[in-house]
């Protein structure tokens, strides 16, 4: 019985050191974090979906999404974000150029911002602020688009992220929504409700973290 107690203790007390090893054990993560978190939860279901059903996305939800986008972080809070929302059919085909994904989506927003900033010169106290490149802009677009990608997972939409960034994909977008020279688009994020049955990619890989120092 004796023997019986202790190969049944050191079972346990291997499970228990199986779960520490690999960080934080199963109930310390429950415990402090991810328990009944639904936003949690949204960051890991999120997907990118490139199929949609015929339905179109709510007034409301597009007024939410944006919200969202608009939530988001931005360098010395400049905010140099500008959303343009389209539901028009001859639109998503100009700024598309031939991608099926935004063409077939019932919504496109396209998150763009401002690369000009307003500043006083570094170090300088009065004066007028003077216009400078924003050297965030890509980075505040970024903070906009995932959170638009998170708001749309949590809403029961699909999204997915593509490119309006490249050169060769800027031109052609800022000629068809008519951007001043200074908004740069970054992200056309094609929104509906999913088609398919896309599923989470697994992408959590230990090795790639380093504590301290590489
Ligand atoms: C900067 C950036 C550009 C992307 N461009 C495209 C694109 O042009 N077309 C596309 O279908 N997906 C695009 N994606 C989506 C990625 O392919 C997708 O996020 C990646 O495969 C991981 O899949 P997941 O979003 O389902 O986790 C882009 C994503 C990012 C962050």
Known sequence: ??????????????????????????KEKDDCCTKS???YDVIMSRK??????????????????LRAGMAAPSAMNIQPWEL????????????????RVITSAPLTIVVCADT???MRPRGQQGGEPVAQPNQFWQQDASAVAENIL????????GAVWTSASRPDRAG???????????????AAIAIGYPAGNDKPKDKWKPEKVHYNKW
């Open 1 to 26: 019985m004796r023997k019986f107690e202790i190969k049944m203790a050191a079972a346990v007390m291997a499970i228990a050191g199986m779960a520490v090893c690999s960080g934080v054990s199963a």
């Open 37 to 39: 978190n639904p936003a």
């Open 48 to 65: 990118s979906v490139r199929t949609y059903a015929d339905k179109p996305v709510s007034e409301a939800q597009i007024d939410s999404l």
């Open 84 to 99: 343009i929302v389209i539901t028009d059919d001859a639109v998503k085909a100009a700024i598309g150029g031939g991608n």
């Open 116 to 118: 000009v900033m307003m």
């Open 150 to 157: 998170l708001a749309a997972e949590s809403m029961g939409l």
């Open 172 to 186: 052609v977008i800022q000629k068809a929504l008519g951007l001043p020279e200074n908004i740069h688009p970054l």
